[in-house]
């Protein structure tokens, strides 16, 4: 996404073809929009108009109820305090994990590129590796690690989890970054007798500004989006909003209620998307330069 | 992988640099991550699928006993089938439409920028949401049948979401959805890259333009696809949360996959042997297709440059 101009053949004034790529292009626009379209007017609908009348079309009778029905009081179970209680605690996790999670991976990726640590690379090229290797391997050994430390099912259980499973995207992400700085710099920084954190913080990491915008794009959007994680180490008390979405629309006792579903649903993916609308092109360059995750 | 290789071949600087006491302790916990989880728990996992640990891991040794149940279990053959058959049409469709939504965004059009966050925004969103979303969208009552008919067509059924053969081609339209964003996004940038003379000369031989694209400028965006294969076929192995919101696993035991079956034998059927014998056979095929990738990327050439 370096270069910006467009580099297909010359544009004829509307002819057939031009006709045929824009219809193309507006197909594709309802096929990625319509879930979206219908998750909308669905969270503004009463049930009784989604029964009767068609899930595409706009609410006869506008209603906010769902959504303040999503918030405050859906059901997960016997507990009906609403989506909230996730959306909060989706926030005291996502904190401190984007927080520590790209200090570790700034730190380390900054130790990797300035300085010879004997077995350095060896242990990096594992971390690489390790970012391919699915979850399921690595997850009962770690709960029986975390249950034996008694931080199992705690908040700073799941925060330690985000952290060593970002590890490797992040410092993959600084190191390449750091990489590209000039070497003289960091030379020059020597001679003048800097030591490992002073030129850390004085030199390089006043530097990092923009590494650490793509970082916390990719960390916030990954964080809230987890699912996994979450379900395994978070505990009872601090599950996070995507698995109390899915308790709340999958679980539920008797009749659905779609229109409050996908409220709840439209409240969970709105951080997300509005970290992707707000950065633009820089949650392109987050997935561009460091989206080995999955 | 293009951000990986990167990675390797810059190399780090060639300096006089003396052991620094700081830089070994700032490596530390990254060192002890590396050594405790991606070593110790992946050797641990595998260890415990030759135990026979049921509720609670026990160290004896069974051989191959969880292997040999774990490919009579028609549960775990269905979810491998699945995923095989989930991998190739989502990777598949993934490519296909990301590349023409690229070509198609490539010719000039007006309100670029609007059509690329359209296709995009998908990709930001979790699969939890993801799923949700096209369970209802597909819902067999109330969604997409229900807009057919209600056009005129009576007799129109789609059913895919409760029908044992075609569940696994719902969680596929929500995969592609979901990630062909990411491919156009790749493309859009090689194409971005390809030489305007390679295009006015082309024009000048006559040779029109989807032969262009298909058999000239295709192959160029060569190391494009292969980096969005492997972040694609890094989110297979992975396909958990898709499947656990939108299908969770049925009707019946018609959409498994090998991560939740993973799952539900470690949390809820307390039957851990074979929970961790199924995590190794999933490893193990990771490493199938990664060590030709890794031999070729980088033992290789540095075996050649000595």
Not at chain 1, 33 to 55: C, F, Q, V
Not at chain 1, 278 to 290: D, L, P, T
Not at chain 2, 137 to 149: A, E, Y
Not at chain 2, 263 to 290: C, K, P, Q, Y
Request: proline content about 4%; overall charge positive; aromatic content about 12%.
């Amino acid at each position: 996404m370096t270069t910006s101009a467009p580099s297909g053949r010359k544009p004829r004034h509307l002819t057939v073809d031009r006709i045929g790529v824009y219809a193309f292009l507006a197909i594709a626009a309802v096929f990625f929009l319509l879930p979206l379209w219908i998750m909308l007017m669905t969270s503004l609908k009463t049930m009784e108009e989604i029964r009767l009348g068609s899930i595409i079309a706009f609410p006869s009778e506008l209603t906010f109820e769902p959504w303040l029905k999503a918030w405050a009081s859906a059901c997960t179970g016997l507990d009906c305090n609403g989506i909230r209680v996730g959306f909060w605690n989706s926030v005291k996790i996502l904190i401190p994990s984007v927080a520590l999670s790209i200090a570790l991976g700034c730190v380390t990726g900054y130790a990797l590129s300035f300085w010879r640590v004997k077995g350095a690379n060896m242990m990096f090229g594992i971390l690489l590796l390790g970012a391919f290797i699915p979850y399921q391997v690595f997850l009962y050994p770690l709960v029986r690690i975390f249950a034996t430390t008694g931080l199992y099912n705690s908040l700073a259980c799941i925060v330690i989890v985000h952290v060593i499973f970002g590890l490797p995207v992040m410092t993959l992400l600084f190191r390449n970054f750091y990489a590209g700085l000039p070497i003289e710099l960091f030379k020059a920084a020597r001679v003048d007798g800097g030591g490992f954190w002073s030129i850390f913080l004085l030199v390089i990491l006043p530097m990092s500004t923009p590494i650490l915008i793509v970082a916390t794009i990719l960390q916030v959007t990954g964080i809230w989006n987890d699912f996994l994680f979450g379900l395994t180490f978070a505990g009872r008390e601090n599950l996070p909003m995507t698995v109390q979405l899915n308790n709340i629309v999958n679980s539920t006792q008797g009749e659905r209620t779609y229109n409050v579903d996908m409220a709840a649903t439209m409240l969970t993916a709105i951080v997300p998307l509005a970290v992707y609308f707000v950065s633009g092109r820089w949650f392109v360059r987050g997935i561009a330069s460091g989206a080995v995750k999955g | 992988m293009a951000s990986v290789s990167m990675a390797a071949e810059a190399a780090v600087p060639r300096t006089r640099r003396r052991w620094n006491a700081a830089a070994s302790l700032a490596l530390l916990p990254a060192a002890v991550i590396v050594l405790v989880v991606y070593l110790g728990c992946m050797v641990w996992t595998v260890r415990l699928s030759f135990s026979s640990s049921k509720l609670l891991p026990v160290l004896d040794w069974v051989g191959v006993r969880q292997y040999s149940r774990l490919f009579a279990n028609e549960r775990f053959l269905i979810s491998v089938e699945n995923i095989v058959l989930f991998g190739v049409l989502f990777i598949a469709g993934c490519l296909v439409l990301g590349f023409l939504l690229a070509v198609f965004i490539d010719q000039k059009v007006r309100s670029e920028a609007a059509f690329r966050t359209i296709f995009l925004y998908p990709y930001a969103m979790s699969f939890v949401v993801t799923g949700l979303a096209w369970q209802w969208f597909l819902n067999p009552t109330l969604g997409l049948q229900k807009i057919v008919r209600d056009l005129g067509f009576e007799s129109f059924t789609f059913d895919w979401l409760v029908n044992q053969d075609m569940v696994v081609y719902t969680l596929v339209i929500a995969g592609v959805w979901h990630g062909s964003g990411l491919v156009m996004c790749i493309l859009l940038a090689g194409l971005r890259g390809v030489d305007e003379d390679l295009w006015k000369a082309a024009r000048i031989d006559g040779i029109p333009t989807w032969r262009v694209y298909l058999s000239i400028v295709l192959p160029l965006l060569g190391p494009m696809i292969v980096t969005a294969v492997v972040l694609l076929a890094t989110s297979v192995v992975k396909l958990y949360d898709l499947v656990v919101a939108m299908t969770h696993g049925g009707p019946g035991i018609a959409s498994e996959v090998p991560a939740k079956f993973v799952m539900d034998h470690f949390f809820e059927r307390n039957n851990i042997g074979l929970a961790t014998a199924a995590a190794t056979m999933m490893l193990i095929s990771v490493a199938a297709v990664l060590a030709p990738w890794v031999y070729a990327r980088y033992i290789r050439p540095q075996g050649r440059r000595a």
